[in-house]
């Protein structure tokens, strides 16, 4: 029998009228889109499925656009009776993970991750922070270049491992820009800038992180009812205090996804599927473990040919 891991993607997988499939044939994704707008008070659920494009790509919107997403076809699997085994996240998508998992309310996931974004935004103007992904180039290199400039006064850190060859840096306009020189330089096949409203996942988001532990404090975290790998260590947690420590830590620590996957496999997981928009973490799942069995959930074909396997598998 498979062991399955539910993989859940971050922001930048948003897109307008991701979901729509979803919204237009199941009465029940209705009535999640409808709860999202109440609780927010906000019409987030229009925005999500009809833009503008602009207004979606703002981390406040994105953020809770995509736990919307991703929960309600959480929501669609557990119905037909199919549990994951264990589940992770990728930034953002630890949310969507702790809400999968029994340990965030999906009125406390979605409150939360809104105000994730309106504190990540707020810590650093737009236009003073960026990231950029690089690629094809050694991992010991990448750390030891954003730790040389960052001492020297420019911020710049490492964001995401996401998997061999390819890992996210992040930081102020000018570190960024001088690690990316210096990483062409020593040899990195490219360095992308990365079209993000913010320096994620580096030093420059801590002050955020003090303003969110107050609001973490404010809702209910249980302990999960199944593992959730954690993106500051990739190793499973189950304790609602070990919980909240590891998403202040996350806003400022990087991503943990390749060793995530890693653990996962050396745990016996043979079975990922991503659910939410995109591709991204299939891709990136792919290249960590080439002959791992891979789904990706994002529209209601992919949905139905998942369940059917599951079935089956069953």
Known sequence: MAKIAFLFPGQGSQEV?????????????????????EILDDNLSKLLLEGPGDELTKTENAQPALLLLSSAINDLIMKE???PDVV???????????YAAGALSFEDAITTVRKRGLLMEEAVPTGQGT??????????????????????GDVVNVANFNCPGQIVISGSVKGVELASE??????????????VSGPFHSDLMKPASEDFKEALDKI?????EVPVYANVHAKPITEASEIETCLVD??????????????????GVDTFVEIGNGKVLSGLVKKIHRRAKVFNIQDVESYEKFIQWAKEES
Request: proline share 2%; charged share 25%.
């Open 17 to 37: 009228g991701m979901g729509q499939s979803f919204y237009d044939q199941f009465d029940e994704v209705k009535e999640k889109f409808k709860a999202a707008d």
């Open 81 to 83: 009776g199919i549990q």
């Open 131 to 152: 990231m950029a992904a690089v690629l094809g180039a050694d991992e010991e290199l990448i750390v030891e270049i954003t730790e040389k400039i960052t001492a020297e």
């Open 182 to 195: 210096q990483l062409k330089e020593a040899g990195a096949k490219r360095v992308l800038p990365l079209n």
């Open 88 to 98: 992770a996240g990728h930034s953002l998508g630890e949310y969507s993970a702790l």
């Open 250 to 267: 996350q806003l400022y620590s990087p991503v943990q996804f390749t060793n995530t996957i890693q653990q996962m496999l050396e745990d």
């Open 220 to 224: 209910n975290i249980h302990s999960t």
